[in-house]
């Protein structure tokens, strides 16, 4: 299995271990997850029909490695929130805070995968994990290449790295975003429906690995999605939004061990109290457009 490999590279490296290769260890070194706050942001758009309110008064608050879950019916202003927190959007009121650090711009701590994996079609399997760790002044090309390969690695696309992006399925498309993602080491990863176009038999083994890889990597985790089950799977708390204007109206703490199955009748209660809660919220909706 590729994920025994992540033993065999330290947590921690301590600062006057000059040994061979010490850059790459320093580079794949245990940095520690992010802490998160967001106190009550709102944000509403301007558009030719009028305006928008995508977010009121949202607060939420993320401890250091958690895997949070955003639910929620189309429009409640998740991917508002989501681009607040990378720092790719700007509230109207309210303030988003990383490690006590006001979030005012997109930063290599906290980076972002999208639903459809947006890579580079020029550019090889490698070519776009290299793509992510170009910032990295203190690595060589060689450095750069073996830390791109532990990543590949990492999420099983190892015989890959010189295929095509238009090769690749789309799971295995969106294993490249996630190792492209997670190359930077970044303390934050935020994560908008990243595999809402796939099958669900691609989803399940995404599901699986991406929990191992968060046992090892230990980042924070926001994570939005549809799917109420794939919220229950993964997250350790599902916020529910409702919409217009968005605001998180209920918070559930799966209290599932992990690894967890989909499948489990356990995580099915969990994700069938969700459901029932979004489907007031919907028919909430409904009678006050009614
Ligand atoms: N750049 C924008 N300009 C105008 N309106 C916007 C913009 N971005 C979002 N909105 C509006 O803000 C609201 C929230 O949008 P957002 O994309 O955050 O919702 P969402 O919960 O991510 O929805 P979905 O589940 O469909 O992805 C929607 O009504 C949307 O039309
Ligand atoms: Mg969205």
């Avoid at 061979?20 to 706050?37: C, T």
């Avoid at 998740?78 to 720092?87: D, Q």
């Avoid at 095509?164 to 295995?172: A, D, K, W």
Wanted: overall charge positive; hydrophobic content about 40%; some cysteine.
């Amino acid at each position: 299995m590729y994920f025994t490999k992540i033993l065999e590279f330290p947590r921690a490296v301590e600062s006057d271990d000059i040994v061979p290769g010490a850059s790459v260890r320093e580079e794949l070194r245990f940095v520690p997850p992010s802490k998160l706050s967001v106190e009550k942001v709102s944000k509403t758009f301007r558009t030719r029909t009028g305006p928008v309110q995508a977010l009121d008064r949202v607060s939420l608050q993320v401890g250091e490695g958690e895997f949070v879950c955003l639910v929620g019916a189309s429009g409640c202003g998740k991917s508002t929130l989501l681009n607040m927190i990378a720092g790719l959007e700007k509230p109207d009121d309210g303030t988003v805070t990383a490690d006590g650090l006001r979030v005012t711009a997109p930063g290599r701590e906290r980076l972002v995968m999208f639903q459809e994996s947006a890579l580079f079609p020029w550019l090889d399997v490698l070519g776009n994990v290299l793509f992510g760790l170009r910032m990295k002044p203190n690595l060589t090309s060689k450095d750069r290449k073996e830390v791109a390969r532990y990543y590949l690695d990492l999420v099983g696309l190892s015989r890959f790295e010189r295929s095509n992006i238009h090769e690749l399925s789309g799971g295995m498309k969106q294993r490249v975003a996630l190792a492209r993602a997670l190359a930077p080491n970044p303390r934050m990863l935020l994560m908008d429906e990243p595999f809402a176009a796939l099958d669900a038999l691609t989803r399940e083994q995404l599901y699986g690995d991406l929990q191992q890889i968060w046992e090892s990597r230990r980042k924070t985790i926001i994570f939005v999605t549809h799917n109420v089950r794939e919220a229950a799977c993964l997250g350790d708390r599902v916020l529910l939004f409702s919409p217009h204007p968005g605001r998180v109206r209920e918070e559930f703490l799966i209290r599932l061990p992990r690894p967890r199955d989909i499948n489990s009748p356990e995580l099915a209660e969990y994700a069938s109290r969700i459901m029932r809660s979004l489907k007031g919220y919907k028919n909430d909706i409904k009678e006050v457009a009614e």
